[in-house]
C-alpha cells in the first residue's frame, strides 16, 4: 500500500473514530465539566475592563496588585474575564535595573492562583510555582511578592495555576526593566508595549474551558480573534518621519506570531533578557508565546501601515499604524539607520565560550504519549515544513483529548525518566549545557516554546548550525525535528521550572525542574 493511501485513510479513521468519541463525550458532559470566569457573578455588577497603564516604581516602592474578575467588550460583545488591577492587559510595572519592590497581591478571581514573574532572576521563593516555591493563593487571600530586576529588558508576569484559564482569560502584564544608562537605547520618538493574544470565541461565546483538566490538550488552545493590547482593532497615529520602540509580548496560549509592519523598514534590538550583540535590520520577527522582542521601526512616509502577522497560508491584520503628513520636529533617522554594535554584550558572551564546546550534560527529548490513540497513521501524516503549527488544523482530533488523556514529555534521554521524574542538577557558577530535541515520529510533533525558570542562557546553536548573533534568553521555540542546544548561566539556588509554554502541554505534564545548589 502506498505511503499517501496509508495517510489518507489513517486521517478517514481519526476523523470518524474523533467524530464518534466527540459525540459520546458530549452526551456525557454535564455543566460541571466546563468551566467561564465569573460564573456565578452578575455581569452587571462587574467593572469594566480598562486599557493598560504603565506604573514607574523606585527602588523599595510597595505596590498592591490584585486579580480582578471583570467585564470586557470584544467586537462588540460583553464578556467575563480577567484582569491584573482590573486592566487586559494587566498593568505594566517599570523599574530601574538594580532595584527591588515589593508586590502586595490579592486574589479577587473565582480560583486558586498564583503570579511566576517570567524571566526575572530573583528569590526562589518569588517564583509562583504552586508546590514548588509557594502554595496556591486561594480566592479571597493574598500574598506578598519581593521582586528584583537584576537585567534590562521587557518581562511579563502571569498566574502559574491553570495558566489555560487564567492567562488566556486576560491575566498577563508587561514588567519594563530600565537601564541606568541614559544612552542605553538610541533615541525614538516614542514607545509602545504590544501585546499579542488570541481568543476562542464562536456564536458570540467564550469556548469553556475544561474545569478539572485543560482542553484542546494536544495542539493547544487557539484562538479564532486576535488581539493585540486587548483589542481587536490596535490602532496607533504617529508623525511622518517617526522612530517608535516596541517591546512586544506573546502571551497567547499557543499561537506564534510573525510580525511585520508592512512596508515599514524594522531594526532587531533585544530578545527576552538583554541586546543583541549587534542590531540588524529584519524583515519580519516570529515571537513564539513567552518570548519577548524589542524593535524600533521607521515610518518614513505617511500613510497607513498594516500591523501583520505573517503565516505560509494566510496574513492577519492586527492593527494599523496611522502615519500622519506632519512631520516630527525631532528627527531620528540617522540614528536608526545606524546598525549599532553592542560591547558590553558581546564581552559578557566571550566570558561564556569557553564552554561551547563542552560535552552535553543533559538531553531532552519532546514527544508525547496519547494511550489511546495506538496507531501508526497519527505520525505518518507530514508535519509542516517549517515545524510550526500556526493554526489547529486538526480541531475534532485537539478537541478530543483533555490532559487527563495524554501526557506531554520531556524526557531524559539517558535514563528515559520522564518530566517530574526526573531532575537537572547544578551548582551555583556552573555554565551547563542541554540539548533539546523536538522528536519528528511522536505521536503527534509540533513546536514547543522552552521556559527556563530563574536562570539565563544562551541559544548556542540549531541542527548543528552555531548562532552568529547572541542574546541572552530565558525562552526559546524549538520545532518539530530541530535539536537546540542551550548553554545555562547557573546564578540562582533553588529548584527552578523548566517547560513547555503552550498553557495546555504544561497542564498536561510537561514539565521538570533543574535544582541548583
Not at 83 to 92: D, E, F, H, M
Request: aromatic fraction near 10%; hydrophobic fraction near 35%.
Amino acid at each position: 500500500m502506498k505511503k499517501q493511501t496509508k495517510i489518507i485513510i489513517g486521517i478517514s479513521i481519526i476523523i470518524v473514530l474523533a467524530l464518534l468519541l466527540s459525540n459520546l463525550k458530549k452526551e456525557k458532559q454535564t455543566e460541571n465539566d466546563t468551566f467561564l470566569p465569573g460564573e456565578k457573578h452578575d455581569i452587571t455588577e462587574l467593572f469594566q475592563a480598562k486599557e493598560s497603564t504603565i506604573v514607574d516604581l523606585k527602588d523599595g516602592s510597595v505596590f498592591s496588585l490584585n486579580a480582578d474578575i471583570v467585564v470586557k467588550e470584544i467586537n462588540g460583545k460583553q464578556y467575563k474575564m480577567y484582569g491584573y488591577n482590573g486592566q487586559i492587559p494587566g498593568v505594566a510595572l517599570r523599574a530601574k535595573k538594580g532595584s527591588t519592590i515589593t508586590i502586595n497581591f490579592r486574589n479577587n478571581i473565582d480560583q486558586n492562583t498564583t503570579i511566576h514573574w517570567h524571566g526575572l532572576r530573583h528569590n526562589i521563593k518569588d517564583d509562583g510555582v504552586p508546590g514548588v516555591s509557594q502554595e496556591p493563593i486561594k480566592p479571597g487571600e493574598s500574598y506578598q511578592y519581593n521582586l528584583y530586576f537584576p537585567d534590562e529588558g521587557i518581562y511579563w508576569y502571569h498566574p502559574h495555576v491553570r495558566e489555560d484559564i487564567q492567562q488566556d482569560s486576560g491575566l498577563a502584564g508587561n514588567m519594563i526593566v530600565e537601564s541606568l544608562q541614559t544612552d542605553y537605547y538610541s533615541p525614538v520618538n516614542k514607545e509602545e508595549l504590544l501585546v499579542l493574544d488570541d481568543i476562542f470565541i464562536q456564536d458570540n461565546n467564550i469556548i469553556p474551558f475544561g474545569k478539572e483538566h485543560a482542553k484542546f490538550a494536544i495542539m493547544g488552545r487557539f484562538g479564532n480573534v486576535m488581539l493585540v493590547n486587548g483589542e481587536t482593532e490596535y490602532a496607533l497615529e504617529v508623525d511622518q518621519g517617526s522612530v517608535l520602540r516596541f517591546y512586544i509580548t506573546t502571551v497567547a496560549n499557543v499561537r506564534p506570531f510573525n510580525i511585520n509592519f508592512g512596508n515599514a523598514k524594522m531594526k532587531l534590538i533585544a530578545g527576552d533578557m538583554s541586546k543583541y550583540e549587534q542590531e540588524t535590520f529584519v524583515e519580519s520577527v516570529l515571537i513564539a508565546p513567552a518570548e519577548r522582542y524589542i524593535l524600533e521601526v521607521y515610518f518614513e512616509n505617511p500613510g497607513e501601515y498594516p500591523i501583520q502577522h505573517l503565516t505560509p497560508e494566510k496574513t492577519y491584520t492586527l492593527g494599523t499604524v496611522k502615519v500622519k503628513e506632519t512631520k516630527k520636529e525631532k528627527d531620528f533617522s540617522t540614528e536608526f539607520n545606524t546598525l549599532r554594535e553592542n560591547k558590553k554584550v558581546r564581552e559578557d558572551v566571550a566570558m561564556f565560550k569557553a564552554y561551547f564546546d563542552n560535552p552535553v550534560d543533559y538531553q531532552i527529548d519532546l514527544t508525547i504519549d496519547m494511550p489511546s490513540m495506538n496507531m501508526d497513521m497519527m505520525h505518518e501524516a507530514e508535519h509542516p515544513q517549517d515545524g510550526i503549527e500556526w493554526e489547529d488544523t486538526m480541531p475534532l482530533m485537539n478537541e478530543m483529548f483533555d490532559s487527563s488523556t495524554l501526557t506531554w514529555i520531556l524526557k531524559d534521554h539517558t535514563s528515559e525518566q520522564k518530566n517530574m521524574d526526573f531532575k537537572m542538577h547544578a551548582k551555583i557558577g556552573e555554565k551547563i549545557k542541554i540539548r533539546l530535541f523536538n522528536d519528528p515520529k511522536s505521536m503527534h510533533p509540533m513546536q514547543h516554546p522552552i521556559h527556563l525558570h530563574g536562570q539565563r542562557f544562551l541559544v548556542l546553536s540549531v541542527d548543528g548550525v552555531p548562532t552568529e548573533n547572541f542574546v541572552w534568553k530565558d525562552t526559546v521555540l524549538v520545532p518539530v525535528g530541530k535539536t537546540v542546544d542551550i548553554l545555562v548561566d547557573v546564578t540562582n539556588p533553588g529548584e527552578w521550572m523548566l517547560h513547555c509554554h503552550i498553557a495546555e502541554h504544561l497542564e498536561s505534564g510537561m514539565m521538570t525542574s533543574l535544582v541548583v545548589e
